[in-house]
């Protein structure tokens, strides 16, 4: 194998393990938001108006 070809191979390793550890990172960030939101009813007002949502 040619040194450049070994070379484009490790970068896409790189770019692989790179991107899986991305989806790992905001994986845990959205299911940890998910648990400490609070439970319960929760009602919003804004310019659109009122709105209640069950958490």
């Keep these: 194998?040619?040194?450049k070809e070994?070379?484009?191979k490790q970068n896409t390793?790189?770019?692989l393990v790179g991107?899986?550890?991305v989806v790992?990172?905001?994986l845990g960030a959205y299911v940890y938001?998910?648990?400490t939101k609070p439970k319960g009813v929760e009602l919003?007002?804004?310019d659109k108006?009122?709105?209640i949502q069950q958490n």
Excluded: F, T
């Design 1 to 3: 194998m040619l040194p």
């Design 6 to 8: 070994r070379a484009v």
């Design 13 to 15: 390793l790189y770019l």
């Design 19 to 21: 991107a899986l550890v």
């Design 24 to 26: 790992v990172i905001a």
């Design 33 to 35: 938001h998910e648990q």
């Design 44 to 46: 919003k007002i804004d």
């Design 49 to 51: 108006g009122i709105s």
